[in-house]
C-alpha cells in the first residue's frame, strides 16, 4: 500500500491523522463533535475559579461530575467516605504535608460541590482524534522480559514480586521535569495491575508534565485507568466518565505550586490507593481525593497482581536522536538526594488491609545510559526506597 492508501485507511479507521487534530482542515462536522464532547465533559457549575496558570476550575454538584455519565454508573451511590483506612505495621510517622494546588490561590470550592479542571476546545484540537482524546496512544506499562524500549515508552520502576494486593502507598519526590516537545510526556506513578493482554485492569495515579494534553509544562496530579489493556476504556483524569470525584479542595489533572529543587528544598507527595468493598479509594497526603468504582473493573475484583513505583516517559526520537525529556530530576539515581528523584516508603496492602512492606522488589529500566534506578539504603526511616531517573539524551545516551 503506497503512503496515500495508508493515510486513507488510517483516516476511515480514525486513528492518528496528523501532529494535532486533523491539521488545520477541521469541517463543521467535526466542529459538532468537539462541541458535542465539550458538552458532556462540562458540566453545570454552581460557581467557577480561574486559576493563576489559566485552567478554569468548575465546582460542580459532586451528584452531576462527569464520571455518572458512565452506562455502569447511572444508578451509582457515592461512597461519601471509605469504611476504613489501611494501618501500618511501621512505627515511622511521616511529617504532615499540605499539598497546594495553584487554584486555591483565588478560591474554593463550596459544600456538596467537588472540583473538575475545565475541558477546553484547544485541549481537545492537541489530541491525536476527536476519538482518543484523554487517552493513551502506544500504551504500554513496564513488563519484565517483554519490555521493548523502541516502542516508545521507557522506564526506570521497582517492581513487586507476584501477588494479591488489595492497595499500596507511597511517597514520591516532586520535580517538573523538562519535556522536549509536546507530544511527549515524563511522569512518576504507582501502578496496581492484574489480567493480561486486553483483559489487563490498571489503576493509576501519579505526577506528570504532559503539554499535550494540558497545553503547558506545569506538574500535575493525574489518575488513569482501564479495564481492557488500553483498548477502548478508560482515561486520564475526567477526560471520559469513570473516577469519581470526592474531595471539595484536590483535584485530578491540575497543578500544584511547589516542586523540589536541585540541591534546594525537597517537596513530596505521600499517594495511597486501597480497595475498600467494591470501590478503589485515592489518597493524597491527609486528603480522600476520590475512587475508581469497582464496576469499571474485571480482575481487579479479586486484587492487583503487581504493583509498580517509579518514572516513564515518552521518546519521540525527534530528528532521529534519543529524546532530552527529563525522568525525574533529570539527573541519574546514582547522585542521590536533594539531586535525583526518589521513592521512599514503599508499601502493599495485603488480605488482612495492612500496609506492609514489600519483599523481594526488583528493578527494570530499558537504557540505563538514558534513565537509572538504584536501590536506597535499607533499614532507615525510609524504609523500601530507590532513586531514578535521568537526563535522557547525553553523549552515552545519543
Known amino acids: 500500500m503506497g503512503m496515500a492508501g495508508f493515510t486513507v485507511a488510517l483516516m476511515m479507521i480514525g486513528v492518528i491523522l496528523s501532529p494535532c487534530l486533523y491539521g488545520k482542515e477541521f469541517s463543521d462536522h467535526q466542529e459538532i463533535k468537539v462541541q458535542s464532547l465539550l458538552k458532556r465533559l462540562n458540566k453545570n457549575a454552581l460557581m467557577s475559579i480561574k486559576s493563576e496558570d489559566g485552567d478554569i476550575i468548575d465546582c460542580v454538584p459532586i451528584n452531576n461530575q462527569p464520571a455518572f455519565d458512565h452506562p455502569l454508573l447511572r444508578n451509582h ?80 520502576v521497582m517492581n513487586s514480586m507476584q501477588g494479591t494486593y488489595f492497595g499500596t502507598k507511597c511517597t514520591v519526590n516532586m520535580w517538573k521535569p523538562e519535556v522536549q516537545v509536546p507530544d511527549e510526556f515524563s511522569l512518576a506513578q504507582t501502578w496496581l495491575v492484574s489480567g493480561v493482554g486486553t483483559t489487563r485492569n490498571t489503576i493509576e495515579a501519579g505526577l506528570q508534565v504532559f503539554p499535550r494534553i494540558y497545553g503547558d509544562n506545569n506538574l500535575r496530579l493525574f489518575v488513569y485507568w482501564t479495564a481492557d489493556g488500553y483498548q477502548s476504556t478508560g482515561c486520564y483524569n475526567n477526560a471520559c466518565p469513570g473516577f469519581v470525584q470526592r474531595s471539595n479542595r484536590l483535584t485530578v489533572g491540575v497543578a500544584f505550586t511547589t516542586v523540589s529543587q536541585y540541591e534546594g528544598d525537597q517537596y513530596e507527595l505521600s499517594i495511597l490507593i486501597w480497595k475498600d468493598g467494591e470501590n478503589w479509594w485515592l489518597q493524597i497526603g491527609e486528603e480522600l481525593v476520590g475512587y475508581w468504582p469497582g464496576q469499571l473493573f474485571n480482575s481487579l475484583g479479586n486484587g492487583a497482581t503487581i504493583v509498580q513505583w517509579g518514572g516513564e516517559i515518552i521518546n519521540r526520537e525527534t530528528d532521529g536522536k534519543h529524546t532530552s525529556t527529563d525522568m525525574g530530576s533529570g539527573h541519574f539515581a546514582d547522585e542521590g538526594f536533594k539531586k535525583a528523584s526518589y521513592f521512599r516508603n514503599l508499601m502493599t496492602i495485603d488480605g488482612t488491609n495492612t500496609l506492609t512492606e514489600p519483599q523481594g522488589v526488583y528493578p527494570s529500566t530499558g537504557h540505563d545510559n538514558c534513565y537509572n534506578i538504584k536501590a536506597g539504603d535499607v533499614g532507615t526511616s525510609w524504609g523500601v526506597n530507590f532513586f531514578y531517573g535521568g537526563p535522557g539524551q547525553n553523549e552515552r545516551c545519543p
Open 77 to 156: 451511590t457515592i461512597q461519601m467516605r471509605p469504611s476504613f483506612i489501611p494501618e501500618s505495621t511501621s512505627t515511622y510517622t511521616k511529617k504532615k504535608i499540605k499539598a497546594t494546588q495553584a487554584w486555591h490561590k483565588n478560591g474554593r470550592c463550596p459544600k456538596n460541590t467537588v472540583p473538575i479542571r475545565r475541558i477546553k476546545k484547544e485541549d481537545i484540537l492537541r489530541s491525536k482524534s476527536i476519538e482518543s482524546f484523554g487517552r493513551k496512544t502506544n500504551p504500554s506499562i513496564p513488563e519484565d522480559n517483554t519490555y521493548d524500549p523502541s516502542r516508545g515508552h521507557e522506564y526506570a
